[in-house]
């Protein structure tokens, strides 16, 4: 990433390159990424429009005596837009007792306004403050899984505005894996709104760096927490049925679930498409998702016959995401790693930035390895099937 930085006077008097983490709290004035024509932040030059902001980077790491925290909680307490480091992905943060601030996470995001927002609290302790009818296997589920990545959707009280909920009467919480955010929402002292911090229908950002392609210039903060450890969202269960219902594959596999409840069921929107006029339980899961610029096809089946299959039908200028194990087969393409073939953790952590990655490049077409369903394979199968549109193909 390049960002260019400007003295009083306008000049501009330093260009510098990002390959990593930030070091530093920089305070962006201009920033330009991928091809350098982009131009997302330019306060400092033209002064209009209401997305000029200057965005923060906080680099958390040297944060020794809490300011960088205290200035990140003050944007939330003020109305700001905050991205937040998760376990699972980045979060686009704000005060989700503050109708207005919310309404400007569905502004940056290009968020459809019928797609309602989770909200994020320090520890379980919280729950009884913004939800009513929590039943008992919710806090067995809390004290299991808590801090961590499961959304439970519960029955909320009438403090959660309606642009939170976007007018249901339930609301998705959840309890992240991430010491830096649970402060800054502590110091904050409200609950925090936020949906995945990317543009609306694009992949997941797993690392500041991302989120700051999607964001520079639309929002007041970015705390970098470093790479997502886990890399796809929270699995979200749905608590107001009885069994309990998946909603949606994440970071804590059914597996998992299965073992505290094994009656759970699962929404079927998690393994095919959605017929004409159907309507999934997280309103969410309807939409385009996860999608990069090229069209993406998915190939299923055992790795090296996908792999060679894939490289049958590749052409020049396409790109696949494929298993380690197969990068030679496919030398002179541009290629991403999805992690060893059956490592569910590895195909997590990388999916999104894969998919993102490829943004960054011209190519016409994205082939896929596409793993199972075993463990956190569900999730990753989901999202690699979702940003396909379903255009799928079984080798097996
Ligand atoms: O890991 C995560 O869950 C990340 C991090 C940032 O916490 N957040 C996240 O939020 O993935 P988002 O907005 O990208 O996805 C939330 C999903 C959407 O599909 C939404 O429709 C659904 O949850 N949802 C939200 N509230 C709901 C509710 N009350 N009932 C059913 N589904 C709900
Ligand atoms: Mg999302």
Redesign the pocket.
Known sequence: MVVLFFNSNGELYSIKYFEKSYRNIWELKIAFYGDISTIFSVKYLSGNGAKNLNTKVYHVAKDKKGYILKSAAQIIQNGGLLA?P????????ANALDGKAVLGIFEAKG?PQD????I?IPDASWLERYCEDIPPLAYKLAEIFWPG?L?M?LK?KACIPKET??G?K???V?C?DNEVTAEIIRMAGVPVA?????RSGHP?CTTAEAVFEDFAGKIAGIVDGGACQ?G???T?L?MTVAPPKL??P??LSLEDIRKVVPEVETDESIYRQLREGEK??????K?RHYAPKAPVTAVFGEGRKSADYIKAQIKNGEGVICYEEYLDVFDGYESRSLGKEGAPREHAQRVFEALRSFDRTDVTHIWTQCPGEEGLDLAVSNRIKKAAGFHMINVE
């Not at 998760?86 to 943060?93: D, N, R, S």
């Not at 797609?115 to 989770?118: A, K, M, S, T, Y």
């Not at 999934?280 to 899961?285: E, I, N, Q, S, T």
């Open positions: 937040i998760t376990e699972t992905v980045y979060g686009l943060g968020r797609n309602p927002l989770l994020h990545p959304t959707i909320s909920t976007c249901l339930t609301v998705g959840r992240p936020a949906p995945s911090a990317n997941s886990v796809v969202e929270s979200i749905d909603l949606r994440g970071g999934p339980k997280a309103p969410g899961m939409y």
